[in-house]
């Protein structure tokens, strides 16, 4: 940085980028994916297994970050009761999530 070349260090910029979050991928994308889904993403069809996997049971949740995976379960089985395609077990709650 003492030297001033911009393109110097933004060529290093890069290069760590790429060995650290893949070819492409900024430091900013990596930020807003941990944001959005913690270290590891979801899908919709994984959601499914998984509320179907605990729905008479539910989860225990420990050490996960900031509970996006359990927030994305809760907000999946809700939108999988209102439309008809899971029926609730009889618990007061639709899960229950101990962090």
């Known amino acids: 940085r003492a030297s001033g070349d911009t393109q110097r260090i ?3 910029f890069e290069k760590i980028s790429s060995i650290a979050y893949g070819v492409g991928v ?3 994308d990596r930020e807003d994916f941990l944001v959005k889904y913690g270290c ?3 899908t919709d069809d994984i959601l499914a297994y998984l509320i179907r996997l605990g729905k008479d049971k539910g989860f ?3 050490g ?3 509970g996006q995976w359990a927030r994305a ?11 008809g395609n899971i029926i609730p077990a009889n618990r007061t ?4 999530f101990i962090l």
Do not use: R
């Open 10 to 12: 933004n060529a290093v």
């Open 64 to 66: 996960a970050g900031n």
């Open 26 to 28: 900024k430091p900013q």
């Open 40 to 42: 590891t993403g979801w």
């Open 93 to 96: 709650k639709s899960f229950d």
């Open 60 to 62: 225990v949740e420990i």
């Open 73 to 83: 379960i809760q907000d999946k089985h809700k939108e999988l009761c209102a439309s």
